[in-house]
T-cell receptor, first 111, second 115 residues
Framework: EDKVVQSPLSLVVHEGDTVTLNCSYEVTNFRSLLWYKQEKKAPTFLFMLTSSGIEKKSGRLSSILDKKELFSILNITATQTGDSAVYLCAVETSGTYKYIFGTGTRLKVLA | GAVVSQHPSWVICKSGTSVKIECRSLDFQATTMFWYRQFPKQSLMLMATSNEGSKATYEQGVEKDKFLINHASLTLSTLTVTSAHPEDSSFYIC???????????FGPGTRLTVL
């Protein structure tokens, strides 16, 4: 059975801290791995990763994929209270557009 | 990026009634649309996949007679929750995909509360 597991489930940090969120997966026919940020509404897209070892970066956020070890990490540096959200990892299987979501990591950044 | 809308954004209904939620791709043709359900503090769970002009494919454990999905055009899919019960109260999110884009685009979600 395909599955996506995220850790930790929740995290509380102070502004300025750096956090690393983990996503591991076991799926057949992997196509891509995606990261989303969800606040009160629907998820907003952060990154799509398809190749191992290539870091994607957007401001203070960055992510990398390891297809050999079947995991990805999402890093957030110099965290701000606005980073407080649930971060979702999803894996797309080839040919279907279908996403399997992980459980999410609930991040709270304290001022 | 492409835009997907949902209507209504929230709805409150009485137990036993049916509720229809619309999902529209505003600036692209969506060959495939997905419906997700998210309970509080849980992740998104895929309910069904619908392709334009064909029957939806439901995930295991999702009752197809209770959650009716119609994808009649390349820009519109509807989810009807029939005979809603309080346990159907949830956040329903749709997404749309096409061969042009390599990702799903999510709608803003519909919060359903069944009294």
């Amino acid at each position: 059975e395909d599955k996506v597991v995220q850790s930790p489930l929740s995290l509380v940090v102070h502004e300025g801290d750096t956090v690393t969120l983990n996503c591991s997966y076991e799926v057949t026919n992997f196509r891509s791995l995606l990261w989303y940020k969800q606040e009160k509404k629907a998820p907003t897209f952060l990154f799509m990763l398809t190749s191992s070892g290539i870091e994607k970066k957007s401001g203070r956020l960055s992510s990398i994929l390891d297809k050999k070890e079947l995991f990805s990490i999402l890093n957030i540096t110099a965290t701000q209270t606005g980073d407080s959200a649930v971060y979702l990892c999803a894996v797309e299987t080839s040919g279907t557009y279908k996403y399997i979501f992980g459980t999410g990591t609930r991040l709270k950044v304290l001022a | 990026g492409a835009v997907v809308s949902q209507h209504p954004s929230w709805v409150i209904c009485k137990s036993g009634t049916s509720v229809k939620i619309e999902c529209r791709s505003l600036d692209f043709q969506a060959t495939t649309m997905f419906w997700y359900r998210q309970f509080p503090k849980q992740s998104l769970m895929l309910m069904a996949t619908s392709n334009e002009g064909s029957k939806a494919t439901y995930e295991q454990g999702v009752e197809k007679d209770k959650f009716l999905i119609n994808h009649a055009s390349l820009t519109l899919s509807t989810l009807t929750v029939t005979s809603a019960h309080p346990e159907d109260s949830s956040f329903y999110i749709c997404s749309a995909a096409s061969g042009v884009y390599n990702e799903q685009f999510f709608g803003p979600g519909t919060r359903l509360t069944v009294l």
